[in-house]
């Protein structure tokens, strides 16, 4: 039921479709009873005036001649009473019950007598089972017969099984006529629907396509009743259409504004390096505009990603491949920390997702682990199964974290420690890591246990087409 | 060889045009488009380097008025717009490489010398009806579109165009595009074309990539 209750909140056609349905169909249901009740009421009314009439005029010959010469002029003017086998029949009781008179069509068996007491001048009609086992309706009605008028009881009765077939197929004809009429209502209900609905699903489809150039939703071409959500939907689309190119063009600025000057930079250092037969300092500063360079690329792929200017290209790669390449780069600076890095990696793990920001995000969570472990500690790597796909876990012992500085690890230029902002750390790779795993769809959170930090990154999923039997 | 260096940074400019004087080259320094275009008719160049966001007339202004010039210079655009739609505009007007700034000058020389040694031969690029492919900037297009493929559809589809009319068989085509060994190849490559192929169907090329059942894919010679 709550299947049912949750479609037809969620869809405006099952709605409709339903009351159209149910109302036509009750509505057409209601109009088969009515009719069909009218017309068994026309049937045995006519049947009752028809056994009325016949009993009426049997009790007038009764009431004028002895009934041995009534029966027997009765027979000769109807056959039909004379032998059994017959359709009709009547019987004549007297006022204790004891039988006065019956047709020969009775044979040895009497007529059912009436239910209850009958009253002077008013007919009782009563359905019955004949003396021939066969299903029948009579009337009875009080006469007096003899000389003396003595109170007697008249019941005629008729067999029934032409009526009854008749108000079966009567019944048929209409539960027939009723299944058909519902069934084409209901054809015709959903016939509606498509066509009434048919320009607001076209209208969706349009609204669902965005905003492409131009005016997505013609509103002249629109039904009445759409074109104010046309109009407003164009204007919103014109919005984003402008913040959009907005956004390309900051986007553009920036990347032109920052990486000038970067270019500048290098090219007058790599030109004061050849100078100077490649002095160390001019080395350094060649990797801090290489990192300077590393950051703003980040930085403008985050914004165009979250402006969603740029989508990520999703493809299968191949998982413990890019972590070993991973962990080779974050290497040196470990090893200038003395930090030990140990990874359990499977030999090979296909996973679908976009490499180059999975490259960037695993990159600076292994160089934040790298660079901020205690001298003569171990970073550990490793990939576990998780609920809906494997996750990768980055750990290292970090004595100066608390609990309260891990809100503050996903927020942009955040640093433990004043002191530190003089160090190569820009307080951006785990912003940036977190922000780029949020474009992916995957969830990286931080913990800290016993001293000990953990990343983690969830759910990589597997390609399902690339999973290795277990064998 | 002699280069034409356009560049309105007034330290990027002459430091280009120091570095690759040193290093044997005749090299002239433009500072905005219509300096560029007065020295492209006063003299022959081999490449010129080329900034788009120029004063007074920008790169693709430039571009566009180098369409169509006999002389066979060639055009290395170096900017800082990292964008694939800048990418494709700049090769639609003609240039024929793209670097984007801030980069190695050891890149910048290698790029140089490539384009030099070309000469008035035509870019290299892969083309199959509409679809085409720029191998040194790793762009496809159809038509005038850039067709959005990942780094490694693009490189299947690279590996496929440039041996047309060769079945290439889906270990081969792993070996060309993965440095990895890996016992799911086959299902790999399977996975990457069914991506490509459906990109390539959205752009009106559903038949570019053909199967040949037991050997491997094609694209028709």
């Known amino acids: 039921m709550s299947w049912l209750a949750e479609r037809l909140a969620g869809s405006i056609r099952a709605r409709l479709l339903l009351s159209l349905c149910g109302g036509l169909g009750l509505l057409l249901l209601a109009t088969f009873v009515l009719l069909d009740l009218g017309i068994d009421r026309q049937i045995h009314g006519r049947l009752d005036d028809a056994l009325l009439g016949r009993a009426r005029g049997i009790a007038a010959v009764l009431e004028s001649h002895p009934p041995a010469a009534a029966l027997a002029e009765l027979q000769a003017f109807n056959p039909g009473y004379a032998d059994s086998g017959h359709t009709d029949f009547l ?97 015709l209900a959903v016939l509606a629907v498509r ?115 740029d989508r990520p290209q999703l493809e299968p790669l191949e998982l413990a491949g890019l ?103 820009g307080g951006l790779g785990l912003a940036l890591a977190r922000a780029l795993a949020g474009v992916l769809g995957l969830r990286l959170a931080f ?8 990343a983690s990154l969830e759910p990589l999923r597997e390609i399902a087409a690339l999973m290795q039997p277990e064998s | 060889m002699r280069l034409l260096i356009v560049e309105d940074s007034p330290t990027l400019g002459p430091d280009l045009r120091t570095a690759l004087a040193r290093d044997g080259h005749a090299v002239d320094l433009a500072a905005d488009g ?8 006063a003299y022959r160049y081999d490449v010129v380097t080329l900034d788009l966001m120029l004063p007074r007339l920008d790169g ?67 083309q199959a009806g509409p679809l085409v492919l720029e191998p040194h900037a790793r762009l496809a297009r159809v038509g005038e579109a850039a067709l959005p493929l990942s780094p490694k559809e693009y490189a299947l589809l690279e590996a496929l165009m440039s041996q047309r009319g060769k079945v290439l068989s889906r270990a081969a085509l792993f070996e060309s595009i993965y440095d990895a060994r890996s016992e799911a190849s086959d299902k790999v490559i399977e996975v990457l074309m069914s991506t490509l192929r459906g990109k390539l169907a959205q752009a009106g090329l559903p038949e570019l990539i053909e199967t040949r059942r037991g050997f491997g894919y094609v694209v028709a010679g």
């Open chain 2, 34 to 41: 219509e300096e560029a275009l007065r020295y492209l008719a």
């Open chain 1, 91 to 187: 019987q004549i009781w007297d006022a204790r019950g004891r039988t006065l008179l019956a047709s020969a069509s009775n044979a040895a068996a009497n007529l059912q007598p009436p239910p209850a007491a009958v009253a002077a001048n008013a007919p009782l009609f009563y359905d019955l089972r004949l003396p021939d086992g066969h299903s029948g309706r009579a009337v009875a009605l009080r006469l007096n017969v003899g000389r003396h008028g003595a109170d007697a009881v008249l019941a005629v009765a008729q067999e029934r099984t032409d009526v009854d077939a008749l108000e079966g197929q009567v019944h048929l004809a209409l539960v027939a006529a009723a299944i058909g009429t519902i069934v084409l209502a209901a054809l």
């Open chain 1, 323 to 425: 972590l070993r390449r991973a962990l080779a780069t974050a290497q040196p600076p470990a090893a200038r920390n003395a930090v030990r890095i140990e990874a359990a990696l499977p030999r090979e793990c296909w996973v679908s997702s976009d490499t180059a920001l999975l490259e960037r995000i695993v990159d600076n969570l292994l160089l934040n682990a790298a660079e901020y472990a205690p001298p003569d500690s171990r970073v550990r790597v490793r990939l576990e199964p998780a609920d809906d796909g494997l996750r990768l876990c980055i750990e290292n012992p970090a004595p100066a974290l608390e609990a309260a500085d891990l809100a503050h690890l996903g927020e942009r230029f955040w640093r433990k420690s004043a002191a530190r902002e003089a160090s190569r750390h």
């Open chain 2, 60 to 126: 693709w202004a430039v571009l566009r008025r180098l369409q169509g010039r006999e002389g066979g210079t060639r055009v290395l655009v170096l900017s800082a717009r990292d964008q694939v739609e800048d990418r494709v505009e700049a090769l639609n007007l003609g240039a024929d490489d793209y670097l984007v700034k801030p980069f190695a000058y050891a890149e910048l020389a290698a790029r140089l010398h490539a384009l030099a040694r070309r000469g008035d031969a035509p870019a290299p690029r892969l």
């Open chain 1, 195 to 309: 066509g009434g609905l048919r320009p607001l699903l076209e209208f969706g489809a349009r609204a669902r396509g965005g905003a492409p150039a131009g005016e997505a939703l013609p509103p002249e071409r629109m039904p009445r009743e759409l074109r104010p959500f046309a109009e407003s939907l164009n204007a919103a689309f014109r919005q984003l259409r402008e913040a959009l190119e907005r956004e390309r063009r900051f986007a553009r600025d920036v990347a032109h504004e920052l990486r000038t000057p970067l270019a500048e930079m290098r090219m007058a250092v790599e030109l004061a390096q050849r100078d100077a037969g490649d002095p160390a300092p001019l080395h350094g500063a060649l990797g801090a505009i290489e990192r300077m360079r590393r950051c703003i690329d980040g930085l403008l792929a985050l914004s165009r990603y979250e402006a969603g200017l």
């Open chain 1, 447 to 454: 913990a800290l246990e016993h001293g000990v930090f953990r």
